[in-house]
């Protein structure tokens, strides 16, 4: 055991490390933080911006940033869920969804089928989402069928929409 200097209490200490440069973790994490502008990021933060915004201005982490509010008794807001429908989602394709996506966009607008449209069977069967329109991407065009009057209806149809590929 060997006796050392912490670099930002200065205080000595004894370790069995090899070189070590912090007496614990606090000191740790206040010496890695120190460069940061503790006034201007409060003041940042009171006045709107958010923490990844402020992470952007003055560098450190978000929990960095964090804890300097924390440190300082700043009330931190709750984080506002964001809308992510639709084209607000980075991952949306629109019309270049293909068959999986189309059928999970019709899901989530209607849930799952619990009975037939056609035949009106409210059995333990199985229902599935039919386009009966010749546009697969508009989600109105959409009726829950049971199996059995789906593939009737996909058999003896004349006009079959171009659908995408799985």
């Known amino acids: ?7 930002t209490c200065e205080n000595t200490f004894f370790s069995y490390n090899v070189n070590p440069s912090f007496c614990n973790l606090n000191c740790k994490g206040i010496y890695q ?3 940061l502008p503790e006034k201007e990021i409060i003041k940042s933060y009171i006045n709107g911006k958010t923490l990844i915004e402020i992470k952007k201005i003055y560098g450190g982490s978000q929990k960095s940033i964090t804890n300097v509010l924390k440190r300082n008794n ?5 984080a506002v869920k964001r809308d992510q429908k639709g ?9 270049d969804a293909k068959y999986a996506g189309v059928h999970r966009r ?15 069977t409210e ?13 697969y991407w508009d989600i ?11 593939r009737n209806y996909d058999k003896n149809r004349e006009i079959k929409p171009k659908m995408p590929l799985k």
Request: net charge positive; glycine share 4%; charged share 35%.
């Open 1 to 7: 055991m060997k006796k050392y200097t912490c670099k």
């Open 106 to 120: 019709v899901k989530s607008a209607f849930g799952n089928p619990k009975k037939c449209e056609w035949c009106l």
């Open 74 to 78: 700043v009330d931190l807001r709750k």
């Open 87 to 95: 084209d607000k989602n980075s991952f949306w394709k629109g019309n």
């Open 33 to 35: 933080i120190k460069d």
């Open 123 to 135: 059995e333990n069967r199985r229902y599935e989402w039919a386009c009966i329109g010749n546009d």
């Open 140 to 150: 109105k065009s959409y009726v829950r069928l049971c199996v059995p009057c789906h």
